[in-house]
């Protein structure tokens, strides 16, 4: 049974590029969260998004980042024209329709802009 | 002020000790808290959670909650170097399906 897939698990990027991070979640699980990671912080809500739905993008920057969870496919974090201050880990969990209690967090994505 | 406070140490302690590690938050509202353990260069996993005032033992491990304060804590007895890594206390979103984090504090158990 495999858990949450992340891919790339390293990403460099130049100032400028668009930048493309993929989430598998858990069999089973239809909630998909995105959250990031900067040196020396906890971790910070980004979106919660549902299949063909966001449901919740409050934490999203408010321009360069876009996230979706298609019908099929993996949840794709999208983040356009890369700036230094992009660099985290960006980590992705999944969860049954329950919520917050079966969370399962991937390995990351870090992505260095550079 | 932040939502959920932590100490980010770094904190270094010999195996064998007991470690404190705390969080305080700012919201009375909140009713759960968990604590997740993070090693390097993986994704968080969780480690306990509680509801409400009171301890919670699994263990090695005790949370602790003291909601008149807004203060938890998670206890680790008989320290081992396996457990060595950032430790993040979360908490749901009152109604939201996000976890709000503290900072993680990062612990290292010397052999």
């Known amino acids: 049974n495999a858990g949450v897939m992340q891919n790339p698990r390293h990403l460099v990027r130049r100032r400028g590029q668009e930048a493309r991070l993929r989430c598998s979640p858990m069999?089973?699980?239809?909630?998909v969260y995105w959250y990031r990671q900067l040196p020396e912080e906890g971790l910070k809500f980004m979106v919660y998004?549902?299949?063909?739905?966001?449901?919740?993008e409050s934490g999203m920057p408010k321009e360069r980042f876009s996230a979706e969870f298609p019908k099929e496919g993996p949840s794709i974090l999208r983040i356009q024209q890369v700036v230094r201050g992009d660099s985290a880990a960006y980590f992705c969990?999944?969860?049954?329709?329950?919520?917050?209690?079966?969370?399962?967090f991937g390995s990351g994505t870090r992505l260095t802009v550079v | 002020q932040k939502e959920v406070e932590q100490d980010p140490g770094p904190l270094s302690v010999p195996e064998g000790a007991i470690v404190s590690l705390n969080c305080t938050y700012s919201?009375?509202?909140?009713?759960?808290f968990m604590w997740y353990r993070q090693y390097s260069r993986k994704g968080p996993e969780l480690l306990m959670y509680?509801?409400?005032?009171g301890n919670k033992e699994d263990g090695r491990f005790t949370a602790q909650v003291d909601k008149s304060s807004k203060y938890i804590s998670l206890f680790i007895r008989d320290s081992q170097p396996s457990d060595s890594a950032t430790y993040l206390c979360?908490?749901?979103?009152?109604?939201?399906?996000?976890?709000?984090f503290g900072q993680g504090t990062r612990l290292t158990i010397n052999p």
């Open positions: 979360a908490i749901p979103d009152q109604g939201a399906q996000k976890l709000v």
């Open positions: 069999k089973g699980h239809s909630h």
């Open positions: 969990a999944s969860s049954p329709p329950s919520g917050t209690w079966g969370y399962t």
């Open positions: 919201n009375s509202a909140f009713q759960y």
């Open positions: 509680t509801y409400s005032s």
């Open positions: 998004l549902q299949k063909e739905n966001i449901i919740d």
